[in-house]
């Protein structure tokens, strides 16, 4: 093992030793031009949502099958334009083309603090959830934003990413109205709880630079350990879909659809909810090697966080039982930082 987190290591130092790779591959976009799958494209066993023109019945049916099947959802008609993702994407992927000196300064000074830039291999999501502890890493560069505390490189790289933190908090009041509804849980959580959290809105760009990758996954298998996740995902030039979620044992692929975002429950729901509601396991999966080349792809992921205060409990099937403690019982604000330290250890 002390093997390959050494070679991983010297492949990361060797790909960003220089930006003429992500120069070439981290260009601006035009989102209508890029190679999207259909809503034909997704399985059978996801519901898609129109927020706009279904009822509130069909609404609560959806949601109530993704408890039961897949755990997760599609969504379409939400508050986002092609041109607000785009304009996000496209600022953000200027900033991770500049230097190492430039991107160095947007690193937050604390580390126990999801904000500003990451560099590649700087999270591990398995080491929280894999209990082997291997030593693959996230395979992705990143950018975050929260409600405070963020770091910048200048006003107008502020506005967009404030502008779309405030609506994609919006919108996760409806999804979440929705889904503490049809969980039967509005008398443990509401939105005035939720509201104030400590959310977290994140772009990651899975590039594909240089060597062809000797892990399994970009993204290790885990569960997010939110209230839920909302994911507004890019295609890959050459098709790859690397989202997948397991439902039962059986893997999907989550394939991007233009005009959708997918939602996905987590830890902190699935406690709140007594085990009603499960948090879906899901990674992103390495490209074969015919699929490689052209497979860098780009996700915009919002964490809806409850109060810090809010008791989370262990419940049955919980994938973090070890992180609750022996009481099995704590606040969520102590129970996020006993994982987030673990997600940057080492």
Known sequence: MAIMASSIRSVTRRLFSSTEPLNKLLTQINIDKLKWYSESD??????L???????????????????????????????????????????????????????????HPYKGIMRGYKGFGREKSAQIFDHEKTNEIDAHISFSWGPADNVYPDLTFQKLWKRYYKKTLKLSKEIAELAIENAGIQDVIDWNNLKVGDHLLKLQEYVALGDKSHQTQRLGPHVDFDFFTMINQLPAENGYIGLQVNMNGKILNLPAVKGTIVILFGEAMQSISNGKVKGPIHNVVSPQDNMYEGSSRTSIIFCLQPDPKTKVSRTEGSCYSEYYGEKGTLRYGDFHSRLISEFYKN
């Open 49 to 107: 949502i129109d927020l706009q023109s279904m009822s509130q019945h069909e609404k609560n049916s959806s949601f109530k099958q993704a408890f039961e099947t897949a755990r997760c959802v599609y969504i379409k008609n939400h508050l986002f334009s092609n041109k607000e993702s785009e304009d996000l994407v496209n600022i953000t992927r200027k900033l991770f083309t500049q230097s190492e000196e430039v991107k160095s300064k947007m690193v």
């Open 42 to 47: 997704i399985p059978s066993e996801i519901p």
